[in-house]
């Protein structure tokens, strides 16, 4: 190869962004905390006094701790509209299998808060689900294997009933049917199912797609997912009330 050919491979190289340091990676979350705390947080001063010694919520949103869901952001949410519950592959655990986290956190959330709604909210290209799809890549994250467990009903739904080819085919299909796997484990737990029951507890299923914005939710009457887009009726995945 000549010099001149060698000429635009080095560029190319040259304009690779270099791997961010541990150092600054720090450092720029505390720059950004100190912008908060010298720019941000004197203009809504009182928001956050109005905030220190309670929270009413709007609602519960249980998303993925995938770091590009930002569920205040995407929502355009003030501090104290949304309790958020974040977890490898938005997952709900059946009541009664695990006293963890995000069990605590929906009581809480339903009777110590009363919050009036719970969104269960996936999004595209969900490292998580990619993982439910290849099991073999999780060896070495044992933790994190049996976790996704409580999402092998949708994995199941997919592989028995959808012709999908690919990946690329199969992820949008089997992130919704998680989506809809974990509103029914919701729907175990006692307080959610009593609150429902008695129509003071709405849930919702939501697909965000990070490369659009866009959000489709789960519409329970019709069965599949509509686009969130103001146009209809916002899809509910609640059942009718019985009391």
Known sequence: MSEKDKQPLAASASAQPEAETADAALQHIVDGFLHFHHEVFPQ???LFKKLATAQSPRAMFI???DSRIVPELITHSSPGDLF???NVGNVVPPY?????????AIEYAVLALGVQHIIVCGHSDCGAMRAVLTPETLERMPTVKAWLRHAEVA????HDNCPCGDEKQTMPILTEE??????QHLRTHPSVASRMASGQLF????VYNIETSEIKAFDADQGRFLPLDGSHPIPVATPKARF
Do not use: F, P, Y
């Open 44 to 46: 809504q001063e009182e």
């Open 63 to 65: 998303t993925c701790a």
């Open 84 to 86: 958020v519950t974040r």
């Open 96 to 104: 009664g299998q695990m006293n963890g986290g995000v069990s605590t």
């Open 155 to 158: 994995k199941t739904m997919v």
């Open 178 to 183: 998680n989506v809809i796997a974990q509103l």
């Open 203 to 206: 849930i919702h299923g939501w």
